[in-house]
T-cell receptor, first 114, second 113 residues
Framework: DAGVTQSPTHLIKTRGQQVTLRCSPKSGHDTVSWYQQALGQGPQFIFQYYEEEERQRGNFPDRFSGHQFPNYSSELNVNALLLGDSALYLC?????????????FGPGTRLLVL | DAKTTQPTSMDCAEGRAANLPCNHSTISGNEYVYWYRQIHSQGPQYIIHGLKNNETNEMASLIITEDRKSSTLILPHATLRDTAVYYCIVRVAESGSARQLTFGSGTQLTVLP
């Protein structure tokens, strides 16, 4: 049973560029949440997708956008990259939009913005 | 979701039980207590969760006080691979409501040989 997978594992971009990160949820899961984790801090919630719609959003600017596909996989897009966007980006999957469902995390994508 | 308070760091001898406390004095009746851990540079790993009763699985035990204002995660026989940051999170469990996990700073557990 495959767990949550993310690609790529590492990425280097320069300021002003755009980046797309990808996530495949755990088998049987249909909800994907994205988190940003800066160095030395806990993960911060970006947004959550269920039934191909953004259901909830954290305190992140519109430069951060996402998409969920019919197979439940998801993409996180960040436009006009800033140095402060350098972080570990984590994807978590769960079953259904119910708040009681456990979220399982992928290994993350390490983004470095130069 | 209620806020949690955890010690910044703890040490534990290898083979001994690691007891990680968490204070959540403002927890509501419909909030679960979740524990995750994060080994350096990896994604957080789910450990256990509970509402009122004590819970046990193959990884750990969760002891929740009767008033639900605090809990303790117990790793019965800590190994060096249990060295990680442990996060205690309280989270509403309402059907139909999309609820994110709100992470605090967690407890850095170091298991010493």
């Amino acid at each position: 049973d495959a767990g949550v997978t993310q690609s790529p594992t590492h990425l280097i971009k320069t300021r002003g560029q755009q980046v797309t990160l990808r996530c495949s949820p755990k088998s049987g899961h249909d909800t994907v949440s994205w988190y940003q984790q800066a160095l030395g801090q806990g993960p911060q919630f970006i947004f959550q997708y269920y039934e191909e719609e953004e259901r909830q959003r954290g305190n992140f600017p519109d430069r951060f956008s996402g998409h969920q596909f019919p197979n439940y996989s998801s993409e996180l897009n960040v436009n006009a990259l800033l140095l402060g966007d350098s972080a570990l980006y984590l994807c978590a999957s769960s079953s259904g939009v119910s708040g009681g469902k456990t979220q399982y995390f992928g290994p993350g994508t390490r983004l470095l913005v130069l | 979701d209620a806020k949690t308070t955890q010690p910044t760091s703890m040490d534990c001898a290898e083979g001994r039980a690691a007891n990680l406390p968490c204070n959540h004095s403002t927890i509501s009746g419909n909030e679960y207590v979740y524990w995750y851990r994060q080994i350096h540079s990896q994604g957080p790993q789910y450990i256990i969760h509970g509402l009122k009763n004590n819970e046990t699985n193959e990884m750990a035990s969760l002891i929740i006080t009767e008033d639900r204002k605090s809990s303790t995660l117990i790793l019965p026989h800590a190994t060096l691979r249990d060295t990680a940051v442990y996060y205690c999170i309280v989270r509403v469990a309402e059907s139909g409501s999309a609820r994110q996990l709100t992470f605090g700073s967690g407890t850095q557990l170091t298991v010493l040989p």
